[in-house]
């Protein structure tokens, strides 16, 4: 499974983007969806995830904010983004987890925020 992800740019805070990871591949075991991201000089941290049925997580930092959702027919993942804040500054990545816990990871799209 490979993963590639787009979506990212610059934007004014306050501002929206939309994130979108297409995957390549067989996909029937994958069962967690999730975006991570990671600012300069920090760790890489998890943002959001969408799991078997349906159930999404959050970081406190985006709940309310951002939403993630997935088109399984489509082989998609997306990270819906409101309400930037410059802090929102980072290379986000999108995973792919199957059953086995194996985590496949996209490229990276970077997100600038400026105030």
């Known amino acids: 499974v490979q993963l590639q992800a787009s979506g990212g740019g610059w934007v004014q805070a306050g501002g929206s983007l939309r994130l979108s990871c297409a995957a390549s591949?067989?996909?029937?075991?994958?069962?967690?969806m999730g975006w991570y991201r990671q600012a300069p000089g920090k760790q890489r941290e998890l943002v959001a995830r969408?799991?078997?049925?349906?159930?999404?997580d959050y970081a406190n930092f985006v709940k309310g904010r951002f939403t993630i959702s997935r088109d399984n027919a489509k082989k998609m993942v997306y990270l819906q983004m409101n309400s930037l804040k410059p802090e929102d500054t980072a290379v986000y990545y999108c995973?792919?987890?199957?059953?086995?816990?194996?985590?496949?990871w996209g490229q990276g799209t970077q997100v600038t925020v400026s105030s």
């Open positions: 591949g067989k996909i029937s075991s994958i069962n967690r």
């Open positions: 969408i799991v078997g049925g349906g159930t999404t």
């Open positions: 995973t792919m987890s199957r059953v086995t816990g194996y985590t496949y």
